[in-house]
């Protein structure tokens, strides 16, 4: 089939609009009228620069991010090693940062400072998924498990699986801040279909937004970090964006050196991971892929052009249509409850990826589901191997007649099932 007779409702890498595909295939061959393609041209020309600036501004407007140099202003990094590569750059940038501080702290004293890294140093994980579990787990290999603090998991409040985000009062934070190097949480866990409805409290927060950035607001100043692979619902795959407080680089914070950190036993990671040479380098300390920036860049303007709001966050827009397409697909599965059961629980239902089985996740009836998707071009709708069932994946580049054609085919196969 073409490419205009299928919707496409895959996790990742997901669809991009049409559009910024077409103008991409000409890039490819010709940038800028230069003759040289875009994947071609150095990522130090005056071209790349320009890319790289337009797609940081685009972002900042579109997330209201604070431009400042000062402590409370942010960083818009571009990197490789995908959402994975930040699940380890988390711990070795916020735990380097958290030593510098308490090296201040203790006066330059050596001895001190490694009884207070043995008894202090926490990483605080909120588990409500699998990839907020993957997370927790590569903190725990570089930085040993000692030191990780599970706030909460979720599994233990829902008979072993995935699909509930507990209440705050039964959280297990590290209970003095000056202990907690980092809280970490998963926005929009992609293979579970559970989605924070707001901003968890914790000290030094880190997000993984990977599956539902550019979705809606965020809270970015309640944040030390965000990070997500572009994959989903802002480009191609290749470039991982990140924002970053300036209070964790510097001259605003002081970092551990690598020796020190040797000393200690804490990890020292790969020059790539690390924020604060990206950022001192504007993301061009090493090759940037430039055409996933520009992708990325396309997408961006096309959120702000197609969704201009005078006033409020310019991201606005795209979260009515988020929530338009998602309620849609959520009524049609509730009121057909005799076939369709949504897995996680209502209360943190995510809007970007929607679980369920059919008939009990009856093997032979997914199949048929599947197969009568397939047969009208809804396409992607296997649930990931892990968990098996059906997953709606309702990135920003699925259109809303897409959403409709496929609440449509719920219907009709719920009637005749
Ligand atoms: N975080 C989330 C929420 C994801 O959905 C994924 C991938 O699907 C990842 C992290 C890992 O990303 P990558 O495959 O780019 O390493």
Not at 197 to 214: E, I, K, R, W
Request: overall charge neutral.
């Amino acid at each position: 089939p073409s490419r205009d007779q299928i919707h496409y409702f895959g996790a990742g890498p997901a669809p991009l609009p049409t559009p910024v595909l077409e103008e991409a295939s000409k890039v490819l061959l010709n940038y800028n009228d230069s003759g040289v393609g875009i994947t071609e041209i150095s990522h130090r020309s005056a071209d790349a620069n320009a890319i790289l600036a337009a797609t940081q501004q685009a972002l900042r407007q579109l997330l209201d991010i604070p431009e400042s140099d000062g402590p409370d202003g942010y960083q818009i990094l571009f990197l490789q090693g995908g959402g994975s590569g930040e699940f380890s750059a988390v711990v070795l940038n916020m735990v380097s940062a958290w030593v510098g501080g308490k090296l201040k702290e203790v006066g330059g004293d050596e001895a001190k400072l490694a009884e207070v890294v043995k008894n202090q140093l926490k990483l605080d994980y909120f588990v409500t998924g699998s990839w907020s579990l993957k997370a927790s787990q590569e903190a725990a290999r570089l930085v040993g498990g000692e030191h990780v603090n599970i706030v909460t998991d979720s599994r233990k409040h829902r008979d072993g699986k995935f699909g509930v985000i507990p209440v705050q009062s039964t959280w297990t934070a590290t209970a003095d801040n000056a202990s907690t190097a980092l809280t970490y949480y998963c926005d929009n866990e992609t293979v579970d279909g559970v989605e924070f409805q707001s901003t968890p409290t914790g000290h030094n927060l880190v997000a993984d937004m990977s599956s539902n950035f550019l979705s809606r607001p965020v809270e970015v100043s309640k944040h030390a970090a965000i990070f997500g692979g572009a994959q989903k619902n802002v480009g191609t795959t290749g470039i991982t964006i990140a924002i970053i407080s300036n209070r964790i680089l510097p001259p605003h914070a002081e970092l551990a050196k690598p020796e020190l950190l040797r000393k200690l036993g804490l990890p020292v990671g790969p020059v790539v991971l690390d924020w604060p040479t990206i950022a001192k380098n504007n993301s061009l300390y090493n090759t940037l892929p430039i055409f996933d920036v520009w992708i990325a860049g396309k997408v961006m303007e096309r959120l702000l052009q197609i969704h201009p709001t005078s006033s409020g966050p310019k991201i606005a827009g795209q979260q009515a249509e988020s929530d338009k397409k998602s309620q849609l697909l959520y009524s049609t599965l509730d009121s057909n409850s005799n076939v369709y059961h949504v897995v996680p629980d209502k209360s943190v239902r995510s809007r970007m990826n929607i679980c369920f089985r059919v008939k009990g996740g009856d093997d032979a009836a997914e199949k048929a589901f599947l197969k009568g998707a397939e047969e009208r071009g809804l396409l992607g709708l296997k649930g990931h191997r892990s968990v098996g069932g059906i997953r709606i994946s309702n990135y920003n580049a699925v259109p809303v007649a897409a959403a409709e054609k496929l609440a449509k085919y719920l219907q009709d196969y719920a009637k005749q099932a």
